[in-house]
């Protein structure tokens, strides 16, 4: 039987912080730390997240955008930081009101960012 590939083990603390900022609109915030604590490159990354959402249709739907940045480092490279930016719109659709759906596609934009990701996400509330 074939072992699964290693991969460094990560700490990624977060502050989240949210809520309403119009009577239709939210916002949030996410600030995070990341480092590796083994592996050849011990990466140290700092990011920042944020989203604003406009309410569609009342706990059904919205529309929005969000912002992603983050600083990453390398062991043997403190100091010098890759500064990744995404940004774009996103989706958020409440089939029932137990279930969430949320896509986000985003753009990179700067010399450290790639092409961008798009993100499906899908929750349900218990």
């Not at 959402?53 to 940045?69: D, L």
């Not at 990744?84 to 596609?105: C, D, K």
């Amino acid at each position: 039987m074939a072992e699964p590939p290693r991969r460094p083990n990560k700490i990624e603390p977060k502050l989240l912080l949210g809520g309403d900022i119009l009577e239709a609109g939210t916002g949030a915030s996410a600030s995070s730390r990341r480092w590796s604590s083994e592996g050849p490159e011990r990466e140290h990354e700092y990011a920042i997240t944020t989203g604003i959402v406009h309410t569609i249709r009342q706990r059904c739907s919205s529309i929005g955008g969000a912002f992603k940045t983050s600083w990453i480092d390398v062991s043997g490279d403190r100091g010098n930081y890759d500064r990744p930016a995404l940004i774009g719109p996103s989706f958020h659709w409440r089939p029932v009101p137990q279930w969430s759906i949320n896509l986000e596609t985003l753009v990179g934009f700067g010399g450290d960012s790639p092409d961008g990701p798009l993100t499906f996400q899908t929750g349900w509330e218990f």
